[in-house]
């Protein structure tokens, strides 16, 4: 049966833009502040499960943390967002208040604001998903399923954006409209977790009628934020546009008391990811780490031009495919044309500058891109294809179940981050990897005196070397030698009779209910 997920919830919680791990905004930028305009005057109101208060039961003055304070009314119940003509001017005196007599003009301003939001809550949808998370120690096997809710909001082309962690390892997702009791079966069309965004749909037609996608604006400068709702929920403008999506940030128990916005740019770039390659294929990179150059004298010694700027290669990452032009102690003078500076920013929006990874980051997965670098006092050009960020250990296993293969009682995965997590496993100094908690051994009469061989790399079988798993498992089942010899780190070995092990694998396999001696992926 399933229970709802219980969160904390505090109030008063801050409200940021989220750098995410591609984030548009670098955070080596050390430019100054933007210059004031007319949308530093802009209020973003997020929306999800709205609980409104009544301002006028305390100063405004004296609750500046959100605090619940004596007087106020008992707190709204739990229901399907919404706001009324006397909800929204509730809201509109909730802003807080501005010195030099500027206290009415924003009351004014925030309820006119409101009122522009009041027709976009329509577009504002429930989602409901049940999880089932996938289980790493047995991972031919998932854990047990829960339920949780959150919201959405549609957009155009019949779609409905929410976060990815309100569907991630989802069973069954459907959504319900505000102020109907109907609830419609969802489809996931895509889920990007290092940007937290995810896209669904709808085939039911009744589900689209009267609702307005909602619109997209530029929120420049957060000025004056009104965190409206709990954990989740589209940012709306003054102007009733929508500027980001809206989440608090919990990490198990502990919450950070936090709000973030994933900010529009971010949000369009993984539409239009999705839209041109029918998947999401995340944020592309240039996979280079580089060092400044503003000191005179570095510049001189690298044979840079009193007119040259740019930044030093110190490092290539080997599975980029910049690997393969670019070298060490390169200049990068130039990214599509644009110049990068000393301090390796480009010129933004009103005189700013940003750091030059906004340009790769408005780029997609497969996109060309024109590097001009130095070399040895010699420009040179070079025309890079960009991909993603390849980890050697996988931070996400996208939805998919783990893989595994077992025989004679040991069970053979990949190694990921969620796997390290799940078995309570961590990095030490010197790189090797410890275990805090016991392991499950699948315990057979073929396998006694390696019990304790758990959470360790192979590296060869029989003598070659192993390059994955499904390497090893074509290996393990074509041997015809009289035995099966793992070559394991810190130089163990497990060394096995083949004819007893692969008929000792049936029985332990029926043992332990265990449907098959692989993972799906590996049978192809």
Known sequence: MCSEIKRKRKRGRRLKSRPSENAVLDSNNTSSPPATSAADNDVVFSVSSVELINPAAEPSSSNHHGRRRRGRPPKTPKHEPSITATSAKTLAMAVPPIANGAAAAAVINAESAVARVVPAMDAVVKVFCVHTEPNFSLPWQRKRQYCSSSSGFVIKGRRVLTNAHSVEHYTQVKLKKRGSDTKYVATVLAIGTECDIALLTVDDDEFWEGVSPVEFGICLHFKMLLLLGKFWGPAFNDKGNCVGIAFQSLKHEDVENIGYVIPTPVIMHFIQDYEKHGTYTGFPILGVEWQKMENPDLRLSMGMKPDQKGVRIRRIDPTAPEFKVLKPSDIILSFDGVDIANDGTVPFRHGERIGFSYLVSQKYTGDNAAIEVLRNSETLKFNVKLGTHRRLIPAHNKGRPP??????????????????????????????????????????????????????????????PVKNLKSLAHM???????????????????????????????????????PSAMSDDLKT
Request: charged share 20%; hydrophobic share 40%.
């Open 403 to 464: 893989s595994y293969y077992i025989v004679a009682g040991f069970v053979f995965t990949t190694v990921s981050v969620p796997y390290l997590r799940s078995e309570s496993l961590y990095m030490v100094s010197e790189g090797a990897i410890k275990a805090k908690s016991d392991d499950l051994v699948l315990v057979a009469d073929i396998n006694i005196g390696y019990e304790d061989i758990v959470n360790t790399q192979v590296h060869a079988f029989n003598g070659k």
């Open 476 to 514: 393990v089942d074509n041997c015809d030698d009289e035995y099966l010899k793992f070559d394991l780190e810190y130089q163990q070995i497990v060394v096995l009779r083949t004819k007893n092990a692969k008929a000792a694998t049936l029985d332990i396999l029926s043992t332990h209910c265990i």
